[in-house]
């Protein structure tokens, strides 16, 4: 059973950058045409994807945060990360990794076979 756990601060400050690591057991991040996504849920409003990163390594972002986010991997740990630079309030969130199978539904997060538990993000000074 693949499971997907969140982890990082809980509070990072105003122009900082936000950095969270999602760890994947019971199944590998290469695992063939699979794509594993950071996707967030800021308070009052619906989840917003905001990237991904496919088995192959090939990254993908929304292009309303491409300037400010990159996600990367470790395959020795397992591991994959999200890097959201010069933060505000508006990045409040709940912040979730996810993975789906097949790059056609990476949008499409009703269609996510698996959900990290969701870690709670707020920017404030």
């Known amino acids: 059973q693949v499971q997907l756990q969140e982890s990082g601060p809980g509070l990072v400050k105003p122009s900082q950058t936000l950095s969270l690591t999602c760890t994947v057991s019971g199944g590998s991040i290469t695992a063939n045409y699979y794509y594993w996504s950071w996707i967030r849920q800021p308070p009052g409003k619906g989840l917003e994807w905001m990237g991904a990163?496919?088995?192959?390594?090939?990254?993908y972002y929304s292009p309303s945060l491409k300037s400010r986010t990159s996600i990367s991997r470790d395959t020795s740990k397992n591991q994959f990360t999200l890097q959201l630079s010069s933060v505000t309030p508006e990045d409040t969130a709940v912040y979730y990794c996810?993975?789906?199978?097949?790059?056609?539904?990476?949008?499409?997060?009703?269609?996510?076979?698996?959900w990290g538990q969701g870690t709670q993000v707020t920017v404030s000074s």
């Open positions: 996810a993975g789906v199978f097949d790059s056609t539904y990476v949008h499409a997060l009703r269609a996510y076979d698996y």
């Open positions: 990163i496919a088995y192959s390594g090939s990254t």
